[in-house]
């Protein structure tokens, strides 16, 4: 089993484009989450689902989209990227609160 | 909301020495209590977690403390080696969900020497 893919693994964005950060997961779990990492400030969770066709915020949703048409992906959408959002962005899923990790992706916004 | 504070954000330790986190948390509804370690470029992994029925768990050279009525839970490694070290978090799930919706602690950055 592959767990949770994320793709890309880097990128760098401009100020104002838009790109999507793709997740993908193979457990069939029903709840999948999105959370960025910032130095000193642990995991604040931007938004997440509890299944297909649900989506609530989180901590820290400003600026970002999500949507879950299946229960495998749960991708998240950069509307017009700034540079505050210069982030380690990790995916996570989970079926009874154990969560799987993505590997993240690592964005720079200039 | 639920709101984890962990210490301390440094820790270091020779090897064979042991290494405590502390962790607490705010939310009294919250009944699951997991530790994640996180190594250079990857993803946390579950290391061990705690369910808010019993008040230890063990794995081997790892071991979670919970204390409910003060809301604080430990991490004790024993016998640390160099590959122990990493960044550690600890996490609550807010609100008692059982899906999970973790809320983390800001980080331990611990370092093994030999």
């Known amino acids: 089993n592959a767990g949770v893919t994320q793709t890309p693994k880097f990128q760098v964005l401009k100020t104002g484009q838009s790109m999507t950060l793709q997740c993908a997961q193979d457990?069939?779990?029903?709840?999948m989450s999105w959370y960025r990492q910032d130095p000193g400030m642990g995991l604040r969770l931007i938004h997440y689902?509890?299944?297909?066709?649900?989506?609530d915020q989180g901590e820290v949703p400003n600026g970002y989209n999500v949507s879950r048409s299946t229960t495998e992906d749960f991708p998240l959408r950069l509307l017009s990227a700034a540079p505050s959002q210069t982030s380690v962005y990790f995916c996570?899923?989970?079926?009874?609160?154990?969560?799987?990790f993505g590997s993240g992706t690592r964005l720079t916004v200039v | 909301g639920e709101n984890v504070e962990q210490h301390p954000s440094t820790l270091s330790v020779q090897e064979g020495d042991s290494a405590v986190i502390k962790c607490t948390y705010s939310?009294?509804?919250?009944?699951?209590f997991p530790w994640y370690k996180q190594e250079l470029g990857k993803g946390p992994q579950l290391i061990i977690d705690?369910?808010?029925?019993?008040g230890e768990k063990k794995d081997q050279r790892i071991a979670v403390t919970l204390n409910k009525t003060a809301k604080h839970f430990s991490l004790h490694i024993t016998e640390t080696q160099p590959e122990d070290s990493a960044v550690y978090f600890c996490?609550?799930?807010?609100?008692?969900?059982?899906?999970?919706?973790?809320?983390f602690g800001q980080g331990t950055i611990l370092t093994v020497h030999p």
């Open positions: 939310d009294s509804a919250s009944n699951y």
């Open positions: 705690i369910r808010s029925n019993v």
């Open positions: 689902s509890v299944g297909a066709g649900i989506t």
């Open positions: 457990m069939n779990h029903e709840y």
């Open positions: 996570a899923s989970s079926r009874d609160s154990s969560y799987t």
């Open positions: 996490a609550a799930n807010a609100g008692g969900t059982s899906y999970g919706k973790l809320t």
